[in-house]
């Protein structure tokens, strides 16, 4: 179970440095500061070594010889006393052997092992290694002239060890990557308000432009969101002059299709002229319609949309609009209703609502021409009995799966080998689609099998929205 967290966590850890660019900014940073240190550390202290050895060599030789001196005068055997007088006021170990006086001055700590020739290419780890210099000994040692010998070295316990140190260091390298990581951290937040912008245009929301930090003078990262707000301008204003133009063309064509259809209403109702004014009037109905559904969407897709809201009982409104379509389409008198009982009063704008039920209602009625069962609607509460859920399913042969995503476009008909008489222009499901969306809620296609099944969830009222 612990390897599978380590793992896991080693994972997660790649994943997040091979996603964030902060955390792959920051580790190349602590890389070259810990290049540069050991790359300057190594160098100054092989110039400064070099230089300063050579130069102090002749020193410390001269300065063991006075010790040695003092120790040991000319003639004589060496003086214990001295040798401990020298190490109470020096931080040096003295060991003295010979043939009188054998003696150390730090028996505790190890004696001091020169290294000893070793057949090239042999390191032998019993000694101590002094470096390249073979004069260390000639350096350190000196003999008496009665045959004593002299070492001195460097008194450890002179030397104040601290351990602490070693973590205030870490502490203060965790502490600069941390001040790192918030400066780089910082430093490309502008990149997550261009998400956030570009998410939004994307959604149509052209309101709200990317904040530009220093928009006097900003750097390459404000300079991109500039671009980028100015990028949601333009296509704000291409949006809108397409809105503006299409309800133009619908308003202008209103009045000469009201005129059209009144000419052809006074028309002769004659055996021989019925039948092309009965066409003529469903041509005019239909491009009627077309004109109203082309103004309601762009009324629905507009950022001021507003809607009537009031409580609905939502059963009730799709029985009457089950029975205003039986009066008038023939195949509408077989439509089955499936409402559940107890349903919530929602508050809804029950004209769209209607327009919503009328077009999935028909569009499934056209598709299931044929068909043995009739369509039904189901009408039941939404999730946690919060608002209303609409199901219209018809058993026609439905629609193939790679067109599902498709369908809700604006003027998108999945069989374009249809005629005109067999189904609308494709403004139907799109017109339901902005109607959810208006509510605050969704509309979804599935291939129910047989036949298409379309699910519209209608929430209740929103926090703040009026009735």
Known sequence: MSAERSAS???R???ALRCSLKLRLVLVFLLLA?????AFISGAQKAFSVGWRDAARPLLMDYVDRLAQDIAPAGSAPSIERAQAITQRLPITIDISGPQVNWRSHPGQSRLEWKRHAPPGVKDP?????????DWQALLQRSSADGHRIEFGLNEAAFERRPRLFGF???????FTLLAFLYVRRLLRPLDHIRQGALRFGA???????PVRHAKRPDELGELAATINTMGQDIQQMLEAQRALLLAISHELRSPLTRARLNTELLPDTPDAAPQRDALLRDLGEMARLISDLLESERLASRHAALHREPTDAAALARDVMAEMAATEPAARTLALHAASGLPTTPLDRIRVRLLLRNLLGNALRHNAGAAQPVELHVRAGPAGQGIELEVRDHGPGVPEDQLPHLGQPFFRPDTARTRSAGGVGLGLYLCKLVAQAHGGTLAVRNAKPGLAVMVTLPGATPGSAL
């Not at 260091?169 to 502490?175: D, E, G, Q, S, Y």
């Not at 149509?204 to 990317?210: H, L, M, S, T, V």
């Open 204 to 210: 149509g929301e052209f309101g709200q432009p990317i």
């Open 169 to 175: 260091t870490l502490a203060a390298l965790l502490v």
């Open 13 to 15: 850890a790649a994943h």
């Open 9 to 11: 966590w080693y994972r």
């Open 126 to 134: 019993d000694t101590e290694d002094w470096g390249n210099d073979r």
């Open 34 to 38: 810990v290049a540069v240190s050991f």
